[in-house]
């Protein structure tokens, strides 16, 4: 069994990793994902995944009304997303990603895999297949709490 010890060495080990990885990841902008300010990249990829209404969309990405507001408005002015009348009731709104906030969401991902492959290069076939295993454990684990 781990100690809860162990559990908090083990977190502040992978939060590191983590911070080294985005910062190697920040240093290839120009093949890394695109420069989209860290929340709008989380808002954008949560209304691609499914449209939400501003307050659903403020839990999900871990912020207040007014800053996912502020935040689908710039979004909004660059045409990544487009807030349209809910279908239930027609007065609330819902915050939807449009075409081009699609396209934008696939260019970044192919460039952050670009960046990733660069990185797991020198890893054996079973360790990437145990990493991407286990980063959707974690994801997965996150999402249910």
Known sequence: MTTPAARAS?????????????AGVLRRRG???????????VALVSVAAEPLRLRALAER???????????????????L??????????RGVVVRVTAAGRRRLEERRARF?????????????????????LLGDVAAALARS
Do not use: H, N, W, Y
Request: aromatic share 2%; proline share 8%; charged share 30%.
């Open 10 to 22: 083990e977190a502040s080990a992978l939060v590191d990793a983590f911070e080294r990885l985005t």
């Open 31 to 41: 093949v890394g994902p695109d420069p989209l300010p860290p929340m709008q990249g």
């Open 61 to 79: 990405i871990g912020t207040t009304d007014a800053t996912a507001s502020r935040t689908v408005d710039a979004l909004e002015s660059a045409g």
């Open 81 to 90: 997303v487009k807030r349209t009348s809910a279908p239930e009731d027609g």
């Open 113 to 133: 895999a670009a960046v990733l492959e660069e990185g797991l290069a020198d890893l054996a076939p079973e360790d990437r297949e145990r990493l991407v295993r």
